[in-house]
């Protein structure tokens, strides 16, 4: 079986550190004068990286690495904190809102100048229009509940 130059280079490297190849392989690179000549550069890679000193980092080297990580991942976590704190900025400000529009709903917010003289029968008329809209109290006090126990489970997350 007769081999050629881009079957031979795959094993050219194993063949540099001494790693036994196929015969063919072997025969193809004693043959051939440009894989003999990448054999033999090969080796000469080998022995050069065998002989070479190997570096000894400096003592600060995994405190600075260990340092840049920390940091990385903190700016990492600002990220996400600030898309978190502005998730529950814009939840907070959706309840506001329903609570202002219950409150406009139930009339609250159309009371007059003179509120001592109307207030009793206002807040009755609230508290009927209340009970009457109790599907929506329950709905916001749903969303603030919901928006809270999200607060708290990444607060949890984060710290945990």
């Not at 036994?20 to 072997?26: E, G, K, R, S």
């Not at 159309?110 to 029968?121: A, D, H, K, N, R």
């Not at 599907?135 to 916001?140: D, E, G, K, N, S």
Request: proline residues 2%; hydrophobic residues 60%.
């Amino acid at each position: 079986m007769t081999i050629r130059c881009e079957q031979a280079d795959p094993f050219i490297e194993a063949a540099a550190v001494g790693e036994t190849v196929p015969d063919a392989v072997a025969a193809h690179v004693a043959s051939c004068a440009g894989c003999a000549s990448r054999l033999a550069l090969a080796q000469r890679i080998e022995t050069a990286l065998a002989t070479r000193a190997v570096a000894v980092p400096a003592e600060s080297f995994t405190t600075a690495v260990v340092a840049r990580m920390r940091r990385d991942r903190w700016r990492a976590e600002q990220v996400v904190d600030f898309g978190f704190n502005l998730a529950v900025g814009i939840g907070v400000l959706i309840v506001a809102a329903g609570v202002v529009g219950l409150a406009w709903r139930s009339g609250v917010m159309q009371m007059g100048v003179e509120m001592s003289t109307i207030l009793l029968p206002a807040v009755r008329t609230a508290a009927a229009r209340a009970l009457a809209d109790a599907r929506l109290i329950m709905l916001v006090t749903l969303l603030l509940t919901t928006a809270i126990g999200l607060w708290w489970w990444a607060e949890e997350d984060a710290l945990g």
